[in-house]
């Protein structure tokens, strides 16, 4: 359960009771801003927003195919914008054979007649606009499918035609030029090239694909790919959308010369962008800055400012700044967080470098703990041999009351809401994940954070299709969904949903939290405290047994049972105190 407070006072700062219980103090020169005060002139709404990522298929179906659907994410806003988000991130849309479940794109403008068509779309910015509710799509600029007109014309086309420099194709190495160009391998397993068959039936050139064959890489040294998606973003920013989050950001550029690698396997064995010679080349910068200012241009005219955020994997923050430098990317994912143990130390040094080389640039960090990448936290929280005890869910609510209180913005996966766990079951044969495909390999594969969201009743489909007695989700949800569907989670005040929404709803009221400054507190072993603003102390105790607390009054809110004086273990609280300096 978690603690609620009495009322709310969005610009009265309440006051904790007297008597601290651990000296509220910061070593000398450990107050980190989160502020570029060149930049900042006046609010915007990006820089402190907590996004929701809906991932479409999964989130609700309304006609009854098992798949979830703009008309789905159109019914889901009310109960979105009771959450208490700012706005709305959707998966891919477009037409697409789905091998990477949208991931690769046939055609950019237009959308898929599994999802609905583009009146539907309309309608869904119609409703969120009306209540108030930013929507930004996914853009997929570093490769698209195999079936986009593009690539059926580089088929039919000779080697060295203008449609094949749309391409990295190349010819072989060795006799016959049956050995790849060079020794990449993709991230989901095998090599990065795949031979075609030329017109006249001959084994021909090999064209390049970080991730499936089914998803070639697009040349962007070639002039018309970004002469494509310059339309491709005016086509959707005519139709009223917030802004685009932007799928592998630092790809895009090949090093010109496509040399092997000295550890060729590295983003297959990593499952990410760690190969220096295919990510993150310096001219990629060149096309984010162009990106901004078509943005600009679309905000000079009506005054509604457009994000763009990047899923960017780089392997340092000072590295990762340089995508959100002020003529740049607005915003990028840092994925620090997501990756750290449990572990208090960890989460101080990812957030304090972070603060440092981020915020450096005038931008805000981006936080995120879940995705539809990754397992989700309850299970990646869990411990070996502690199954049923639920510290993996305790762990993932405090994480989350810490996520809300830093100061930027946020990302929530949808079922976060809900304290999904991780559906580690499946069988086999209803494995959608190409990299389970390409490999046989169950490792990392991403199926069980994508299962089909539980909304209501006891049995699968649990609410998430309106189909037919009997109609199946496109993944299987398990039995016991039933414990976290929505309708139960709204009716317990103790469930995770209301976590967040309180989270929220303070994030929102109180002038502390959201953008800012943070400074950290001394504070016992595994212990990680800080205070926001004027007085606003958030606290998380990343070990199990209990220790005083940092406030001596009640917390405004926690993330479990959180008695006054003590801080529980795996548990975070919020206070408000006026005795946070020396």
Same mark, same amino acid.
Not at 220 to 225: A, L, S
Not at 437 to 449: P, Y
């Given at each position: 359960?978690?603690?609620?407070?009495?009322?709310?006072?969005?610009?009265?700062?309440?006051?904790?009771?007297?008597?601290?219980?651990?000296?509220?103090?910061?070593? =000398?020169? &450990?107050?980190?801003?989160?502020?570029?005060?060149?930049?900042?002139?006046?609010?915007?709404?990006?820089?402190?927003?907590?996004? /929701?990522?809906? /991932?479409?298929?999964? *989130?609700?179906?309304?006609?009854?195919?098992?798949?979830?659907?703009?008309?789905?994410?159109?019914?889901?806003?009310?109960?979105?914008?009771?959450?208490?988000?700012?706005?709305? #991130?959707?998966?891919?849309?477009?037409?697409?054979?789905?091998?990477?479940?949208?991931?690769?794109?046939?055609?950019?403008?237009?959308?898929?007649?599994?999802?609905?068509?583009?009146?539907?779309?309309?309608?869904? @910015?119609?409703?969120?606009?009306?209540?108030?509710?930013?929507?930004?799509?996914? @853009?997929?600029?570093?490769?698209?499918?195999?079936?986009?007109?593009?690539?059926?014309?580089?088929?039919?086309?000779?080697?060295?035609?203008?449609?094949?420099?749309?391409?990295?194709?190349?010819?072989?190495?060795?006799?016959?030029?049956?050995?790849?160009?060079?020794?990449?391998?993709?991230?989901?397993?095998?090599?990065?090239?795949?031979?075609?068959?030329?017109? &006249?039936?001959?084994?021909?050139?090999? /064209?390049?694909?970080?991730?499936?064959?089914?998803?070639?890489?697009?040349? #962007?040294?070639?002039?018309?790919?970004?002469?494509?998606?310059?339309?491709?973003?005016?086509?959707?920013?005519?139709?009223?959308?917030?802004?685009?989050? +932007?799928?592998?950001?630092?790809?895009? *550029?090949?090093?010109?010369?496509?040399?092997?690698?000295?550890?060729?396997?590295?983003?297959?064995?990593?499952?990410?962008?760690?190969?220096?010679? =295919?990510?993150?080349?310096?001219?990629?910068?060149?096309?984010?800055?162009? #990106?901004?200012?078509?943005?600009?241009?679309?905000?000079?005219?009506?005054?509604?400012?457009?994000?763009?955020?990047?899923?960017?994997?780089?392997?340092?923050?000072?590295?990762?700044?340089?995508?959100?430098?002020?003529?740049?990317?607005?915003?990028?994912?840092?994925?620090?967080?997501?990756?750290?143990?449990? &572990?208090?130390?960890? *989460?101080?040094?990812? @957030?304090?470098?972070?603060?440092?080389?981020? =915020?450096?640039?005038?931008?805000?960090?981006?936080?995120?703990?879940?995705?539809?990448?990754?397992?989700?936290?309850?299970?990646? /929280?869990?411990?070996?041999?502690?199954?049923?005890?639920?510290?993996?869910?305790?762990?993932?609510?405090?994480?989350?009351?810490?996520?809300?209180?830093?100061?930027?913005?946020?990302?929530?996966?949808?079922?976060?809401?809900?304290?999904?766990?991780?559906?580690?079951?499946?069988?086999?044969?209803?494995?959608?994940?190409?990299?389970?495909?390409?490999?046989?390999?169950?490792?990392? +594969?991403?199926?069980?954070?994508?299962?089909?969201?539980? #909304?209501?009743?006891?049995?699968?489909?649990?609410?998430?299709?309106?189909?037919?007695?009997?109609?199946?989700?496109?993944?299987?949800?398990?039995?016991?969904?039933?414990?976290?569907?929505?309708?139960?989670?709204?009716?317990?005040?103790?469930?995770?949903?209301?976590?967040?929404?309180?989270?929220?709803?303070?994030?929102?009221?109180?002038?502390?939290?959201?953008?800012?400054?943070?400074?950290?507190? &001394?504070?016992?072993?595994?212990?990680?405290?800080?205070?926001?603003?004027?007085?606003?102390?958030?606290?998380?105790?990343?070990?199990?047994?209990?220790?005083?607390?940092?406030?001596?009054?009640?917390?405004?809110?926690?993330?479990?049972?959180?008695?006054?004086?003590?801080?529980?273990?795996?548990?975070?609280?919020?206070? @408000?105190?006026?005795?946070?300096?020396?």
């Amino acid at each position: 359960m978690h603690n609620r407070w009495p009322s709310l006072r969005p610009r009265t700062p309440l006051r904790a009771e007297t008597g601290q219980r651990v000296t509220l103090t910061a070593p =000398a020169g &450990d107050g980190l801003t989160h502020r570029g005060a060149d930049r900042l002139t006046q609010h915007h709404w990006w820089r402190d927003a907590v996004i /929701y990522q809906v /991932y479409v298929r999964s *989130f609700l179906d309304s006609t009854g195919d098992g798949i979830g659907d703009l008309a789905g994410v159109r019914a889901g806003l009310p109960y979105l914008k009771k959450l208490g988000v700012d706005g709305i #991130w959707l998966s891919p849309f477009y037409p697409s054979p789905q091998h990477d479940h949208g991931y690769d794109v046939a055609d950019y403008c237009d959308v898929d007649p599994v999802f609905g068509d583009l009146t539907e779309f309309g309608l869904l @910015i119609a409703d969120a606009q009306r209540l108030g509710v930013k929507v930004l799509l996914d @853009i997929v600029p570093n490769h698209c499918s195999s079936e986009h007109a593009w690539f059926r014309e580089a088929l039919a086309s000779p080697p060295g035609s203008e449609a094949r420099a749309r391409f990295h194709f190349a010819e072989g190495r060795g006799p016959g030029g049956d050995v790849p160009p060079n020794n990449w391998h993709a991230m989901f397993g095998g090599p990065a090239w795949s031979r075609v068959t030329e017109p &006249d039936g001959t084994p021909g050139q090999w /064209y390049l694909h970080m991730f499936t064959p089914e998803q070639p890489d697009l040349n #962007w040294r070639n002039p018309e790919t970004a002469a494509h998606f310059d339309h491709v973003l005016r086509f959707w920013l005519d139709r009223g959308v917030d802004g685009f989050r +932007i799928d592998v950001a630092a790809g895009l *550029f090949k090093h010109p010369e496509l040399p092997d690698s000295s550890d060729p396997e590295a983003d297959a064995r990593t499952r990410d962008s760690v190969n220096p010679l =295919a990510w993150n080349q310096p001219e990629v910068h060149d096309v984010w800055r162009h #990106w901004r200012s078509v943005c600009e241009e679309y905000t000079a005219r009506d005054g509604r400012e457009r994000l763009l955020v990047g899923e960017v994997s780089v392997p340092t923050a000072r590295e990762h700044a340089r995508y959100v430098r002020p003529d740049e990317l607005h915003q990028a994912f840092f994925f620090d967080l997501l990756g750290a143990p449990w &572990d208090a130390g960890t *989460f101080r040094t990812v @957030i304090s470098e972070a603060m440092q080389d981020i =915020a450096g640039t005038g931008s805000t960090v981006t936080w995120v703990l879940n995705n539809h990448d990754q397992v989700r936290t309850v299970t990646r /929280y869990g411990e070996s041999g502690t199954e049923g005890s639920g510290l993996g869910a305790a762990r993932a609510r405090a994480a989350a009351l810490l996520m809300l209180a830093l100061p930027g913005a946020a990302y929530i996966y949808q079922g976060e809401e809900l304290g999904l766990p991780e559906v580690v079951d499946l069988p086999d044969e209803v494995l959608t994940d190409p990299i389970f495909r390409r490999t046989g390999s169950r490792a990392r +594969i991403r199926d069980g954070c994508r299962v089909p969201l539980p #909304w209501s009743g006891h049995a699968s489909p649990f609410g998430f299709t309106s189909g037919a007695e009997g109609a199946k989700p496109w993944l299987p949800q398990p039995g016991w969904f039933a414990e976290h569907a929505t309708d139960r989670a709204l009716a317990d005040t103790r469930s995770f949903w209301h976590l967040y929404r309180d989270g929220l709803q303070l994030r929102r009221g109180l002038p502390q939290l959201g953008e800012g400054t943070l400074r950290w507190l &001394d504070s016992v072993p595994g212990v990680l405290a800080f205070v926001r603003g004027d007085g606003l102390v958030c606290a998380v105790n990343f070990g199990t047994a209990p220790v005083p607390a940092p406030v001596s009054g009640a917390p405004l809110l926690s993330s479990g049972p959180c008695p006054i004086g003590v801080l529980p273990g795996s548990t975070a609280a919020w206070w @408000i105190s006026d005795r946070t300096t020396p």
